[in-house]
């Protein structure tokens, strides 16, 4: 199982980005995947995720509205869509994979990692 995430860059607040995560080795129709990510001084959170059983999706508060998750199973790749950007997005972001999450967006259920992009909203 390997991830790959992208698209990460400096922005200015108010502007949108489209971070993309190419998967491999594994069937990413029936994998959960997430999100997540990691602000200096502050611990990894999850931003979005999507589980394939019942079709659950999770975005963090500060998010929604703004970010959506989607997924490309023939692409096998995932992608977050980011809007309206602000400067307390500034994070480094990590997408995640799992066969079974056993709950929705917690950081603990993920086994699969990509390597991390980062984003930077200047105000």
């Known amino acids: 199982v390997q991830l790959q995430a992208s698209g990460g860059g400096l922005v200015q607040a108010g502007e949108s980005l489209r971070l993309s995560c190419a998967t491999s080795?594994?069937?990413?129709?029936?994998?959960?995947i997430g999100w997540f990510r990691q602000a200096p001084g502050k611990e990894r959170e999850g931003v979005s995720c999507?589980?394939?059983?019942?079709?659950?999706?999770y975005y963090a508060d500060s998010v929604k509205g703004r970010f959506t998750i989607s997924r490309d199973n023939a692409k096998k790749t995932v992608y977050l869509q980011m809007n309206s950007l602000k400067p307390e997005d500034t994070a480094v972001y990590y997408c995640a994979a799992d066969r079974f999450t056993r709950r929705l967006c917690f950081e603990a259920d993920f086994g699969s990692w990509g390597q991390g992009t980062l984003v930077t909203v200047s105000s």
């Open positions: 080795g594994f069937t990413l129709d029936y994998y959960d």
């Open positions: 999507s589980r394939v059983i019942g079709e659950s999706t």
